[in-house]
């Protein structure tokens, strides 16, 4: 059962999270009692109770210094730097923090793809990148000037209509500043003279995105009370998604066999399923070949992320037939990051003998137990087998996702939980869960707060507890836990 207790008063009007007026007060006064500073409960819950971040892009053509500024505004060394053709990222978003307030980089990479053209591939990056971004640092290298493909760049950038700031990079001192004051002929304002390897110029930087950035991006997902639910369809290339979109419309909505590297958006579809109607957004259209393979894997997941981050629920279809790859898990873990319903389903089911289906089991246990608590439906888009299951697991999927737990009842379990499994002892002290709340939903945010710290194991053990307590199926749960700073001392 979901308990949807967004408002006592008027939910939107205040900072508390998903907890009303009075729910938030009542709540106050026992992390008084427990020691706890008011400003650092607010704070916490704002922070767990926040929603998706404002994505900021960084786009331009290779070998500008753009993964250098990357690490630079995420003050570490993360994101690949060495810009070689051929060069596939594991993860391509990144959270970061100024003055204060966090987003989500997105590093388009500095990577070429000779047989396309350097103008096509940079392109191609740009608007799978500028597609699901709040705002966008263009680099340009001050040093060059602007080229045809920096052109080319702005062009997509004018028709995208995002706020961007363009950062002049490679500007190491004084010299510097006249080479990047001509590139106020790219006609995007004033160029903000950077040295992404040395750190000059990238405070003043940061505060020109932060005012280009929403507080809050806007929600992309669903049209209001009653709209259709968006469904992102995700998965490898060739798994079969364009097959089981057009399955389950009943007719041929979209082509199956894409030509690698095209920059089509996704198709949305209006789907009516089980007296329902959904919005699927269809992610293919990129096909492998073997001198294009990385090329067309790092394109397919910007333009999976595209999608998931427009989305309620990610339908994550693998290929039944075939070993579950790194490729299928790095898709799982995207959806899971991107904090989306999920649901796992096994294309091609019909075609397995018993043999395969033994050693698949045995695969969806080790390699996807990260997501053990998404319904999973075994379905085969060629001949319709089993389509009727997927409609129950996208709204269990869904119900989880948007389940509320009243602050109350769930302080009611945690003192049950606590009491029943403590804490291991460490370094002679036992580190205690004092009480919590649920500060979001879409996905379930939970902040604890607590009299020492708590180890990732115990963590997960909560987690799996709630998901027992509350039915969280088919939705990534998000746990953050404060301690209890010592009276006196220094707040971080």
């Known amino acids: 059962m979901n308990d949807h207790i967004h408002s006592e008063g008027s939910g939107e009007e205040h900072d508390h999270g998903a907890l009303g007026d009075a729910e938030f007060e009542a709540f106050m006064e026992l992390a008084a009692e427990e020691g706890f500073d008011a400003e650092e409960v607010e704070g916490a819950i704002e922070e767990a109770g926040h929603g998706p971040l404002p994505v900021l892009a960084v786009v331009g053509r290779p070998n500008v210094g753009k993964s250098t500024l990357v690490n630079r505004i995420i003050g570490r060394r993360e994101a690949v730097v060495e810009d070689k053709p051929g060069v596939t990222r594991d993860r391509v978003t990144y959270e970061a923090e100024w003055a204060g307030r966090r987003f989500k980089v997105v590093d388009t990479g500095g990577w070429e793809q000779d047989v396309l053209g350097i103008d096509a591939s940079v ?62 002929s790219l006609g995007l304002g004033e160029p903000s003279p950077v040295s992404a390897l040395h750190g000059r110029g990238t405070g003043d930087m940061l505060d020109r995105v932060l005012e280009a950035l929403p507080e809050a991006p806007a929600q992309t997902f669903g049209t209001g009370v009653g709209g259709p639910r968006r469904i992102a369809l995700i998965g490898r290339p060739n798994v079969g998604k364009s097959s089981l979109l057009n399955k389950v419309a009943g007719e041929d909505r979209v082509v199956v066999n894409e030509v690698a590297g095209t920059t089509r958006d996704p198709v949305d579809e209006l789907i009516e399923l089980g007296g329902v109607t959904w919005k699927f957004v269809d992610t293919a259209g990129i096909r492998k070949r073997v001198h294009l393979q990385q090329g067309a894997d790092y394109y397919a997941s910007l333009r999976t992320a595209a999608a998931v981050e427009k989305a309620e629920v990610a339908v994550v279809l693998i290929d039944a037939s075939e070993s579950i790859s790194v490729q299928d898990q790095r898709i799982v873990t995207m959806a899971v990051e991107a904090g989306r319903a999920i649901v796992v389903a096994y294309n091609k089911w019909d075609t397995l003998d018993e043999e395969r289906r033994y050693y698949l089991e045995r695969e969806i246990e080790t390699e996807l137990g990260q997501v053990a608590w998404a319904p999973r439906v075994n379905v085969s888009a060629q001949t319709g ?97 404060r301690v209890r700073e010592k009276r006196g001392a220094k707040k971080k």
């Open 123 to 184: 392109a191609a990056q740009a608007e799978y990148a500028i597609e699901a971004a709040d705002a966008v640092v263009f680099v340009v290298d001050a040093k060059v000037g602007a080229t045809d493909t920096d052109e080319a760049v702005v062009r997509l950038l004018r028709k995208a209509g995002k706020p961007v700031v363009l950062c002049a990079n490679k500007v190491d001192g004084q010299s510097g500043e006249a080479d990047a004051a001509y590139l106020w």
């Open 385 to 481: 087998r089993h389509m009727e299951k997927l409609v129950p697991a996208i709204e269990t999927a869904l119900a989880g996702w948007e389940t509320r737990v009243p602050t109350g009842r769930l302080n009611a379990f945690l003192g049950e939980l606590v009491a029943a499994h403590p804490h291991p002892v460490r370094g002679g002290k036992q580190p205690r869960i004092l009480f919590g709340t649920q500060a979001g939903t879409k996905p379930p945010r939970f902040v604890l707060f607590a009299s020492g710290f708590i180890e990732a194991g115990y963590r997960r053990f909560i987690e799996r507890r709630l998901r027992e307590e509350f039915s969280f199926d088919g939705t990534p749960i998000h746990i953050s836990v």
